[in-house]
């Protein structure tokens, strides 16, 4: 990547749909950026969601790209739950090519319940289970997975708690979710616009557990050990003052929320990276798994005459005449 020095009206921004890479040296801290428009509003356009399981998959897709475009190599990052909540599932698919699918499955009685009853938040929409993060680099390599539990939590605190367990990186992440009423013609247009903000602490330098000392001078190193603890206590207070609003505002783009919190340290961009509403489905990829059934579970597959095979993530239906798979 380029590396842009960034200033008020030195470069033109990144616009929605863009995953915005971003360093500051001043705190040895690096992350990701992005706001996201007419990709989440297509993305969940493709189903008849309630407002608050679209709002909460919305969450769920800004924080696959964020964790997803780190990848430096081709492959698929796949972030999946499995609750006992009204919201049993949720899976986002981010390709490194910057195309990205989701879906969610959800119990549409218990999600209308909750939010007459004002309960819809996300984490109770989640419920208790587990959420999974699979990293895919192609068939002839070994898929990587990190598992969190989901007891009563948001997505924002699941990613903390996967950052501490699995990567021992210190980590924040910010999501922000609204649906967007507009004019237009005479009318009012609907859309969804959605933000996210990751902060991780460089690997190199490794935050040390405080521990009570003996009397007497300090310990040869601890003094880089106190600076490396307040630069993340500082990174961690400006990042706190972020508000969803913020993350979401067209008006405020990633460029410029970043330099807001982060200039004094001297705040570095680099070159945005797109993010694509795009199913992978084809007709062939479709017809290869019909093509490993056995003669049984073709038979009974068939429904009419046919076998009728709906994509879960952007609706296309495929249809199948059964002897191509019994012939």
Not at 279 to 289: F, T
Request: aromatic share 8%; net charge negative; proline share 5%.
């Amino acid at each position: 990547m380029e590396e842009i020095p960034f200033g008020p009206g030195s470069i033109d921004p990144a616009g929605d749909d863009a995953v915005l890479p971003f360093e500051v040296n001043g705190l040895d801290v690096r992350g990701r950026a992005i706001q996201m428009g007419p990709a989440l509003s297509a993305l969940l356009a493709r189903h008849d969601y309630p407002l608050p399981v679209s709002k909460l998959l919305g969450e769920a897709v800004v924080l696959a790209v964020l964790l997803g475009s780190s990848l430096k190599f081709e492959g698929q990052f796949l972030l999946q739950t499995q609750t006992d909540g009204p919201v049993d599932m949720l899976v986002v698919d981010y390709r490194t090519s910057g195309d990205i699918r989701a879906y969610a499955r959800f119990n549409k009685e218990r999600v209308a319940e909750m939010d007459v009853d004002g309960l819809s938040k996300p984490e109770l929409l989640l419920g208790k289970g587990i959420l999974a993060m699979t990293i895919d680099q192609g068939e002839f390599t070994s898929r990587y997975q990190g598992i969190v539990q989901l007891d009563g939590v948001s997505l924002e605190e699941v990613a903390h708690l996967y950052f501490s367990q699995s990567e021992q990186i210190p980590t924040l992440v910010r999501l922000a979710v609204a649906e967007m009423m507009t004019r237009e013609d005479g009318g009012a247009a609907h859309s969804w616009r959605a933000g996210g903000l990751l902060v991780q602490y460089l690997p190199e330098a490794s935050i040390g557990v405080q521990r009570d000392l003996p009397g007497g001078d300090a310990p040869e190193g601890m003094e880089h050990q106190a600076e490396e603890e307040d630069a993340w206590a500082e990174a961690t207070s400006l990042v706190s003052t972020v508000e969803d609003h913020e993350l979401i505002d067209p008006d405020v783009p990633a460029e410029r929320l970043l330099y807001r919190l982060f200039h004094e340290r001297g705040v570095r961009v680099y070159d945005s990276m797109a993010v694509r509403e795009q199913c992978s489905c084809s007709r062939d990829r479709i017809q290869g798994v019909l093509g490993s059934f056995s003669a049984e579970e073709i038979t009974s597959s068939i429904e009419d005459g046919e076998i009728s095979v709906t994509c879960e993530f952007c609706g296309q239906k495929y249809s199948f005449d059964p002897q191509e798979f019994l012939g």
